[in-house]
């Protein structure tokens, strides 16, 4: 099938055009959403493209051709979750090998390593990735992977991915970038090192709420060929109609990033000069530790806030008293969310070395008008 890659466009132009021509039969503007299992064959065994849409699917090559020219990569694979994209791939690796994981990763990704790949067979080492000696000491000769998030999940902490790729590749390993809260409008892994991205469609990219998606993308030749053969072994592929509503979200990421990188700013500010917050993580902020690697590799500093107040409770009779930020998990939809890490998100990781401060509220400032949200924050926070 036809499928631009956008090569020479700008990021905006790629988005909206990249595996996005007008559709042969009528023209139709945008890719149709081919609700199909199956495909008729020309002759047994000989189908057009895919015999059956485990395997692959037009919608779905059309979100994986868009995503994988945004990245600045040569495949992108969907998945029916960001953890079906994380899971199928570390299921290319084998028992005995070990992965160097960063030590606040998102919870999910720490849970299937501890609960589900450990007992497979992978080991796992998590590492401060701000600290170069930690990275060097957990390097083994079986390290086969560096997993990479930043900015993290709840604290913001930004890891160089060009420094720490370097070393990684020295000691033979690879890098994946868990691309979830920059999204490639703001930060492109591959470009700084990184042999892939994984994302959660789920937040940014679906920007919306209404899907649950996942994605890997990659110039790996090992990855490109041993990815699609687990994606229809292994079977953890997404449905037409979601990659049309994740395909539908990317063509706006660029615009929805720009605000939601306004509106936290504005949020950051406010909540700085504010007396009852104790600290703020945002990597906009001047005097926060990873702001210099934060301003070199990232066009603009996302959109998520977290911050601590005194107490516990006071971070619970917050979360409960906003109107328009609405308590929630998840993050990266045009609606403001505002959750407390601890006992909601983060919950799965209690005891572990990524439990998060119970004095911890996350936000995920969506595309209002910032004056509202501070209006809000201001009114719960009063
Ligand atoms: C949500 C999230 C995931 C998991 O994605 P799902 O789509 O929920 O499976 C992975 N990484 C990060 C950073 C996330 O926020």
Redesign the pocket.
Known sequence: METPSGDGMRFETKAIHAGQDPEALYGAVNVPIYQTSTYAQEDVGRPKVWDYARGGNPTREALQVALAALEGGERCFAFG??????STLLLTFRPGDHVVLAND??G??YRLLSKVMGPWGLSFTTVDLTDEAALRAALTPVTRLLWI?TP??PLLKIVDIAGVAAIAHEAGARVVV?N??ATPALQRPLELGADAV??????YVGGHSDL???AIVTSDPEWIERVPYLVNAVGAVPGPMDCYLALRGLKTLAVRMRAHCEGARAVAGFLSAHPRVTKVHYPGLPDHPGHDVAARQMSDFGGMVSFQLPTPEDALEVARSTRVFFLAE???GVESLIEVPGPMTHASVAGSPLEVPATLIRLSVGIEHPDDLIADLERALG
């Open positions: 979750s960001g953890l079906g994209a994380e990763v998102y999910g990704t998030e993290s999940n868990d979830t809260f994984v994302h959660s469609v789920t937040k649950i998606g996942g998840s993050l990266g």
